[in-house]
């Protein structure tokens, strides 16, 4: 592979709603730039940045896919990002580390939910972006609606630089508005000659051409002043004005085509090497100095000191780790011993190498604006910033989002639960939206994701990855059981069977604390009618029987237990007879107190289109739950309530369908309230039942 200086490299990202043909339009950079010799299809499973199983089978994106093309002297990485909302995360770190988006749009679907996303990802990290409105070749596509649906959704003017010639099955070409030129594609590769522009489309190209050369003019006084002067622009004029435009994000140009025949390929590619910025251009990069807290900038030059960001960690089991990463100043080398910032410890990179779907090619080393790899990192993570130790800086990395789906997780074949651990913790180094974590009350593993697919896709690669296959059941939610009343109760030990004995004899007073004080006990002995090495027995054996609850098993609390009086016997007391009195005074006395049980009630914010609100809200209160405010975001509403655990355990699917996919919402744990006493008898039937089958 040519080197590069960093003026002459590119770095986009390839996002849009799943569907759109994002893979395709990276597979066709390249076959047209000549990196591949056979154009890759992502449903026949021969596409090289689709190569995971679990991709191929689904014929979607899951991973974020790295590779690069040569065209016009430059260097153009890129990065085919996932569509699917569950795996939106690594979409968001991929355009964390790169200078500018191409967001792919469908002519007959225009922008959907996940455009709405990845759009307002973009506008976060202020990234320069092209459209590209993909598919004109298919039945019903219609250009002009889907232009317009970016600024009806997403609040933004979109420029065309180019209109199809043609549509649906005649689609054939495009127009160049800058240059004013028939553009006819003629072979599989995309070429194209130029013509003049048929007659019947010369009012529309020219209409065209006008609203791009005011907007053009608009984001540049000198251009205004000569077009207000001349009442024209030249070619050279309008493509000064482009590109100052589009890197300023203040216009946001269109094209389109269709990438499955590679058709509008040539002149997207060309936009990108004309008109995006370098990693010079966009300039220096802000970050933290973790020596003294003060915010400091890496310029993009080969000379400053080593610094570069991990976006993406894969994990294989044959080999090892590897570690993607874009270089934001100085030069790497192999066998370069680097300072993780993050996690404030040296490592030493061995091999550096650019990655191309799954193939990897060897590189000597690396300038700012490159993004490669390297494999086997023990200690460094997606998110952590590497850097010359000597001038240390740490780069803000992208907040993980909050999982909504949770399942238990069991072993098919006995003996396997630590491996779930080791092999889950391996895919969780890759995935920062998986969480496991064992629920201490409910004996359960619980993995939590960003929705059923995403759970889907875990479990297939850690049975392919690390052989290791599990199975899914509704987690148990975590209730806990207390009291509404109070009482005074006896708890009595006695037992004799020749020989020494065992008395113990406890009178408690048992009474509620306010929510959420947990439990208290008291020592309100007088008179030393229960010794003082026995009262921590009492204690002991009042808090193993509140772990496991009277009513159905769940942990008590909220609770105060005062032990008033008792006797004791010089011989056969000990300590665990006053340890059984105690746990048989709590237990009589818990079932006189008005027992009932609590259930968890979480925080939930669900962000939805205007459109979708009464249905949301009416689908929210009929999950008992309630609507505490609302806020808006963009141009959809948030609606901020709680509800019951139990009634969201299933509900990013039910959500998908209420809103056609374009609902997302995020959940943490509130607090405890007490269920329901119809819903009481309900769950406590359940635990017995369940108890019995056990």
């Not at 154009?39 to 596409?47: A, C, K, L, N, W």
């Not at 290791?468 to 059941?473: I, M, R, S």
């Not at 009291?483 to 004899?505: A, E, L």
């Not at 975001?633 to 990013?652: D, H, R, W």
């Amino acid at each position: 592979m040519a080197k590069y200086d960093s003026n002459s490299i590119r770095n986009i990202a390839i996002v849009g709603h799943g569907g759109t043909g994002k893979t395709t339009l990276g597979e066709s950079f390249l076959f047209v730039s000549g990196k591949t010799d056979k154009m890759g299809r992502v449903d026949d499973g021969s596409s090289s940045l689709d190569f995971e199983p679990e991709e191929q089978k689904r014929h979607i994106s899951i991973s974020s896919s790295v590779s690069n093309f040569e065209w016009n002297k430059h260097r153009v990485n890129f990065v085919d990002t996932p569509g699917d909302a569950n795996f939106a995360m690594d979409t968001k770190n991929s355009l964390r580390v790169v200078d500018a988006a191409i967001i792919v749009i469908d002519s007959v679907g225009g922008v959907e939910f996940q455009t709405e996303k990845v759009w307002s990802y973009a506008d976060d990290l202020a990234l320069p972006r092209l459209v590209f409105i993909n598919r004109m070749d298919r039945e019903r596509s219609n250009f002009k609606a889907a232009v317009e649906s970016v600024h009806e959704r997403l609040g933004k003017k979109v420029m065309p630089l180019y209109i199809p010639i043609g549509q649906d099955e005649s689609f054939r070409g495009l127009v160049d508005l800058v240059e004013m030129k028939a553009l006819i594609f003629e072979d599989q590769k995309g070429k194209f000659k130029r013509e003049d522009i048929p007659d019947e489309l010369m009012d529309s190209a020219s209409e065209f051409r006008e609203m791009m050369m005011e907007d053009i003019a608009e984001c540049d006084e000198a251009l205004m002043e000569r077009y207000l002067e001349e009442g024209e622009l030249s070619s050279e004029d309008l493509k000064e004005g482009l590109r100052k435009g589009i890197v300023s994000g203040d216009l946001v140009p269109a094209t389109c085509g269709s990438a499955l025949k590679n058709i509008g390929t040539i002149t997207l590619m060309n936009m990108i090497t004309a008109y995006l910025p370098s990693p010079v251009e966009k300039g220096a990069v802000e970050g933290t100095n973790p020596k003294s807290g003060e915010k400091e900038e890496r310029q993009p030059d080969e000379n400053a000191p080593f610094s570069a960001m991990v976006f993406k960690t894969i994990a294989d089991p044959y080999a090892g780790k590897l570690t993607l990463f874009r270089v934001y100043s100085g030069t790497l080398t192999a066998d370069y011993v680097f300072y993780n910032s993050t996690q404030k410890n040296n490592e030493k990179c061995g091999a550096i190498f650019y990655l191309e779907g799954k193939s990897q090619k060897p590189a000597e080393s690396l300038v700012p604006g490159d993004i490669a790899a390297m494999a086997k990192l023990k200690e460094t993570y997606t998110g952590d910033t590497i850097c010359d130790e000597k001038k240390p800086i740490v780069y803000e990395k992208v907040s993980p989002a909050n999982p909504v789906t949770s399942f238990a997780v069991f072993p098919k074949s006995k003996g396997d639960e630590e491996k779930i651990f080791s092999s889950l913790n391996r895919l969780m180094e890759e995935d920062s939206t998986l969480n496991l974590h064992r629920n201490e009350e409910t004996k359960e593993m619980i993995l939590s994701g960003m929705g059923q697919v995403h759970i889907d896709v875990t479990l297939e690669k850690l049975k392919r990855k690390f052989g290791v296959d599990v199975a899914l059941k509704q987690p148990k939610v975590p209730y806990k059981e207390t009291i509404k009343g109070k009482t005074r109760v006896q708890g009595k030990y006695k037992k004799q069977s020749g020989g020494r004995g065992q008395y113990g004899d406890t009178w408690l007073e048992i009474e509620p604390l306010e929510r959420g004080e947990g439990f208290e006990f008291v020592d309100a002995i007088v008179g030393g009618v229960v010794p003082k090495t026995y009262i921590p027995a009492v204690e002991k054996g009042i808090v193993e029987a509140m772990a496991e609850g009277i009513l159905a098993g769940y942990p008590v609390v909220d609770v105060k237990v005062s032990l008033v009086d008792g006797s004791y016997h010089t011989v056969d007391s000990s300590e665990m007879a006053f340890k059984i009195a105690g746990s048989m005074g709590f237990k009589k006395g818990f079932e006189q107190c008005q027992p009932t049980l609590l259930e968890p009630i979480v925080t939930i914010d669900i962000e939805v289109p205007d459109e979708y609100m009464g249905d949301v809200i009416g689908d929210l209160n009929s999950r008992r739950g309630r609507v505490l405010g609302m806020d808006k975001n963009g141009p959809n509403q948030v609606i901020k309530g709680q509800a019951p655990l139990s009634e969201i355990l299933t509900y990013s699917a039910d959500l998908t369908s209420i809103t056609s996919g374009r609902g997302s919402f995020s959940y943490t744990f509130s607090h405890y309230e007490e269920i329901p006493a119809h819903l009481k008898e309900k769950v406590i039937a359940e635990a017995k039942k369940e108890k019995e089958e056990a």
